[in-house]
């Protein structure tokens, strides 16, 4: 069964707003991350984060963890054209990453 | 620059006709894995490479199999593709200092692989 659920599955924003993606997984976890790809790229790594973390930061993005929700945020800040891609979560419980479905964002110019 | 490749970008195979997909890194990690991923789907985990030791998803079709002659390449094989083993095969490396996946892992452009 799917481990990452993520929320919406499509997004559209104007440049210069927020983007904020959900995902929530079902089993205890070691760590999440959020992963980018561009349409028919290979996955880049954006960020970690451990199970005893609560938020952490990159540049213009957040992401937050709630495990007693089994829960994940990725908030991109002040969104580019050049952020249009897809966003997946990645839960890491056993020793490998087990993918969400994605989230597809389109930030137009 | 490239720290993972994979050749070639596209490939078109037959029905049934064997073909080999191919992946190669300069970061010396110690973990590889191949995924498959279908359009508009999450990448499926196929196997991993810990070193030497394969690992096989239990829910990998016996038609995939795996090879890693050294640290720095390994090959998809696909004994006999149907028409439902069209899709995107991505590899990707990971240190493996600390176990098989606490850590980032690092994606090659992919494979597109087309049967006709």
Known sequence: SQQGEEDPQALSIQEGENATMNCSYKTSINNLQWYRQNSGRGLVHLILIRS?????????????????????????????????????????????????????????? | DAMVIQNPRYQVTQFGKPVTLSCSQTLNHNVMYWYQQK?????KLLFHYYDKDFNNEAD????????RP??????????????????????????????????????GPGTRLLVL
Do not use: W
């Open chain 1, 52 to 109: 005893n973390e609560r938020e952490k930061h990159s540049g213009r993005l957040r992401v937050t963890l709630d495990t007693s929700k089994k829960s994940s945020s990725l908030l991109i800040t002040a969104s580019r054209a050049a952020d249009t891609a897809s966003y997946f979560c990645a839960t890491d419980n056993t020793g490998k990453l087990i993918f969400g479905q994605g989230t597809t964002l389109q930030v137009k110019p």
């Open chain 2, 39 to 43: 359009s508009s789907q999450a990448p």
């Open chain 2, 60 to 67: 990998t079709p016996d038609n995939f199999q795996s090879r």
């Open chain 2, 70 to 107: 050294n640290t720095s390449f390994c090959f998809l094989d696909i004994r006999s593709p149907g028409l439902g083993d069209a899709a995107m095969y991505l590899c990707a490396t990971s240190r493996g200092d600390s176990g098989i996946s606490q850590e980032t892992q690092y994606f």
